[in-house]
């Protein structure tokens, strides 16, 4: 389950809340509302690392084509068959 803190209590007790963020994200709220996320900077590269990397249709690299071109649908996408030309 998320954690999440006050802005408040964030201001008043950083070092307690930092030292939590770093085992897992913190949420920091702001009138009730969620308006920060405060993570280790180790989870945050991870997450950056995970980016997504867009090519031009004329540019994707070989491997990631033959990937695509032998994906195939699971068993249970078969229940949609019925929607194919409507």
Do not use: C
Not at 10 to 19: L, P, Q
Not at 21 to 29: E, F, G, H, S
């Amino acid at each position: 389950m998320p954690q999440t803190v006050s802005s408040v209590e964030a201001s008043k007790a950083f070092g307690r809340i930092s030292r939590q963020a770093l085992v897992a994200p913190l949420t920091i709220t702001h009138h009730g509302h969620d308006s920060l996320v405060l993570m280790s900077a180790a989870e945050y590269q991870r997450l950056k690392r995970r980016d997504r990397e867009v090519y031009a249709l004329n540019e994707v690299p070989e491997e990631i084509a033959d990937a695509v071109r032998s994906a195939r649908a699971p068993a249970e996408a078969d229940a949609f068959n019925h929607e194919v030309g409507s």
